[in-house]
């Protein structure tokens, strides 16, 4: 079910709007503070917060005491000051006494270690015991807070797999060998599939598989592989055994939780996860850096896809400083509002914050919220306040759909989490980073692109970029080339093509999945040394990764070939050409300056060309949803729009189209 189907969160029929608020943590105030925090969020204009995340400990005091009274109290003033609840099944972190208890409960490390109570989500996804109470929980709120007028949605745990994605304990080991036998039936195929007779690995009994835990040397990469699509499977498991007990209580109201669609994420395979929520929910932070505009309008972007194109919920962002980088930096005058704005240009219908109130104590103290240390006399209260007003005038946007793009960027979990494996050509490959590169320079020659699950369905798009995709089954390998075949236009990189989905190579010359398609054989890799790069002939520089690229179709021309280091005189940019449709390489990391020259040359036959006059091309991105189109500053100067004005450093315009 997608949000277009089930807007209940929207709560008040007839009444689009772009919800707006955070989490409220009232539990770390005084009573007397919670109805001034409820006028407050209505003199900034919050709609929905989402209550209870952290809650376990006071809700469940001990194992059959039970406190809702303080939370009845909380939703009734919400409720009464108009504002939704999107309520939290509290499971995200288990109270002291319960770890006490059963600390069978607690997350194994790698090495053996207990991970100790102390932080937060510190329990084994696969614990039947935290299973059985956490289900509890879950069946009190619900049944407590099933009709509760303030109740919209609920919020099943948080963030899963932030802290507790890989458990190593017996718990884990147990199901994953259910995993394992559901997977493969039999040893003989586990055998196969992870290609055992390597070292010595040979299984003759179930039992003798274990999670990869700390060993001696590089550990079988098939078995990494399955540990991590386990793991994922696990938490995902623990959210539906949540979420059977909402919908049999509350059939009504929509169950999601916060993904975390960020760079230094890969745990959780979102793709699939997108299928098991009633909307999707993301929590952005602001990777400081050159890219950091670029990076948050790509995981907008690939959160819009995610929800299939349809709106989805910002779950949390930050006001202005987090306080868990290095060093932790204040926004500007302006990004409050642009970063928000942002994830709406993208499909976002909710504007979050983590929090409400900032916290006095605690391990949070220091990140920004919407009511700062200093209170309501503050610029960033101030700026929380004008984008309350901002998101209700633009009440129009609410529900629209995002306008698909010519281009898609294809986004693989898999591939990320292979192509980084250990034991490769070379450390240095960022999966996420050659991703976000190419939608940078697409955002600097103003062309739009959908950053689209792999699995979701791209042929529609007439150019597909596949930055390093590298795990490529079978069914994919045809799917690219039907694609092709059918006129589409294909562009893939280096370490492309290579495996298939039990980290098996593909024979015969690299990349064996798409070699005939690509019309290349590669026998060596040519990974480069830090701090080397290579001189293309159409004046772009490569480094990372370079390829013996051998040229084996009539019909494949380079597009470009290397002028220095060792495949000089060779190719390095090929393109195939099949029927209308084509299919290109790249054989090195060209990063967006690079890319931003090649890509006319692969739009141009894709027929795909910018939405934006010359003169706004890289300074402005454009987004568009169904009736609003959005340009977006990319500069740290005002842009003149010609007819629809200037647009301030920062600043967003919302056109009606
Ligand atoms: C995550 C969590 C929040 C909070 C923020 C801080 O998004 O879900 O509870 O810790 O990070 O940035
Ligand atoms: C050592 C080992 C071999 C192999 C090579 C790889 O020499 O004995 O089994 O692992 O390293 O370089």
Known sequence: MGIAENRRWLRRAGEA??????????????REVWPDDVRAMRAAGVTIVSVGIFSWARLQPGPEQWDFAWLD?????????????DLATAT???????????PEI???????????PGGRQYWRPTSPVFREHALRLVRELATRYAGHPALAAWHVGNEFGAHNCHDYSED???TFRHWLRHRYGTLTVLNRAWGTDFWSQRYTDWGQIIPPRQAAAQINPACLLDFQRFSDYALREHYRAERAVLRKLTPAIPVTTNFMVMPGVKRMDYAAWAGEVDFVAND?????????????????????????????????????AVNWQPVNLAKQPGELARDSLTHVAHGADAVCFFQWRQSRAGAEKYHSAMLPHAGEQSAVFRAVTDLGKRLAALHEVAGTARVPADVAILFDWESWWVAEQDSHPTDRLRYHQEALDWYSALLDLGVRADVVPV?????????????????VPDYLADRLAAFVDAGGHLVTTYFSGIVDQNDHVWLGGYPGALRELLGIRIEEFGPLPDGVSVALDDDTTGTLWTDHVEVTDPATEILAGYRTGDQAGRAAITRRAVG?????????RLAPAGLATLLPRLLEPAGVASELPPELRGRVELAVRDGHRFLINRTGEPVDLGVDGLLPANGVAVIPR
């Open 73 to 85: 109290e909380v939703l009734d003033l919400l409720h009464g000051g108009g504002i939704l609840a």
């Open 92 to 102: 995200a972190s288990p109270p002291p006494w319960l770890t006490t208890a059963y």
């Open 106 to 116: 607690l997350l194994v490390d790698q090495h053996g270690n207990t991970v100790w």
């Open 284 to 320: 952005h932070y602001v990777t400081p850096g050159p890219q950091a505009r670029d990076e948050l309008s790509f995981s907008a972007n690939l959160t819009g896809n995610l929800a299939g194109g349809q709106p989805w919920f910002l779950m949390e962002h930050s006001t202005s």
């Open 580 to 588: 209308s449709g084509s299919a290109a390489y790249v054989s090195t």
């Open 455 to 471: 699995g979701s369905n791209w042929e529609r798009h007439r150019l597909v970029i596949a930055p390093i995709l590298h795990v």
């Open 17 to 30: 709007r772009l919800e707006y608020g955070a989490d409220y943590n009232p539990e770390q105030w005084p």
């Open 172 to 174: 884990a080991a147990t």
